[in-house]
T-cell receptor, first 113, second 115 residues
C-alpha cells in the first residue's frame, strides 16, 4: 500500500558533518528504489537509485544502502552542505520502467551553519 | 537530462471554478504520465495514471469526474480540477518515465490555491 506522511521527520546536522536519512519501505516485492530530493516549491529531483540485487551504491557524496531483510533503505550524504537542505524521499517501484513509484513519508534535512 | 515542464507554476482561483494544469515532456515522448498531489509537509500521493490514447487510471478515493485527465498527445497530459474547492488546494506534480531510463522525471509542480 502507499505510505501516507502525516508529519515530516526532521534531521538537523552541522555543516560538514555526514547525514544519514532512513526509510522503511512497504512492499517486499519492490525491486527498484530511488532517493529523491525536493526543495521547497519544486518537483522531486533524482539523487541516486539502487536495484534489489545490490546492497550498496555510491555516487558523488552520496551512498545508498539497501537491506532487503528488514525492508530498509538509507541515504548517506558526506560533508553535508547548506545546499543539501531539502526534503528527501525514498521511492519504491516494482518492475522498473513504466510503473508508478510509491513514496515514503519524507525527511526534512536542515543543515546548520 | 530529460525535462518535464508544468504550466502554470502557480494558480489562484475562486471556489467553483475549473483549473487546467498542463504537463509536457519536452525532449522525449511519454505514453504514460503520472499525476501526484502533495499536501503541505506530506509525501507525494499518486492520483492517477494518464495513458496516451486511452482512459486514465485513477487511484482509489480519487474522483474521476472531479479530476479530469486528458493525454492529448505523446508529449502532453492535462489535469483539470473541476468545480475546485478550498480543500483541493495543493501542490500537483506530474512525472513521466522515459525509454532507457529507470527513474521517472518529475515536473516542477503546480501550486493550486482555491479561495
Amino acid at each position: 500500500g502507499e505510505s501516507v506522511g502525516l508529519h515530516l521527520p526532521t534531521l538537523s546536522v552541522q555543516e560538514g558533518d555526514n547525514s544519514i536519512i532512513n526509510c522503511a519501505y512497504s512492499n517486499s516485492a519492490s525491486d527498484y528504489f530511488i532517493w529523491y530530493k525536493q526543495e521547497s516549491g519544486k518537483g522531486p529531483q533524482f539523487i541516486i537509485d539502487i536495484r534489489s540485487n545490490m546492497d550498496k551504491r555510491q555516487g558523488q557524496r552520496v551512498t545508498v544502502l539497501l537491506n532487503k531483510t528488514v525492508k530498509h533503505l538509507s541515504l548517506q550524504i558526506a560533508a553535508t552542505q547548506p545546499g543539501d537542505s531539502a526534503v528527501y524521499f525514498c521511492a519504491e517501484n516494482i518492475h522498473g520502467y513504466g510503473q508508478n513509484f510509491v513514496f515514503g513519508p519524507g525527511t526534512r534535512l536542515s543543515v546548520l551553519p | 537530462g530529460a525535462v518535464v515542464s508544468q504550466h502554470p507554476s502557480r494558480v489562484i482561483c475562486k471556489s467553483g471554478t475549473s483549473v487546467k494544469i498542463e504537463c509536457r515532456s519536452l525532449d522525449f515522448q511519454a505514453t504514460t504520465m503520472f499525476w501526484y498531489r502533495q499536501f503541505p509537509k506530506q509525501s507525494l500521493m499518486l492520483m492517477a495514471t494518464s495513458n496516451e490514447g486511452s482512459k486514465a487510471t485513477y487511484e482509489q478515493g480519487v474522483e474521476k469526474d472531479k479530476f479530469l485527465i486528458n493525454h492529448a498527445s505523446l508529449t502532453l497530459s492535462t489535469l483539470t480540477v473541476t468545480s475546485a474547492h478550498p480543500e483541493d488546494s495543493s501542490f500537483y506534480i506530474c512525472s513521466a518515465p522515459r525509454t532507457g531510463y529507470n527513474e521517472q522525471f518529475f515536473g516542477p509542480g503546480t501550486r493550486l490555491t482555491v479561495l
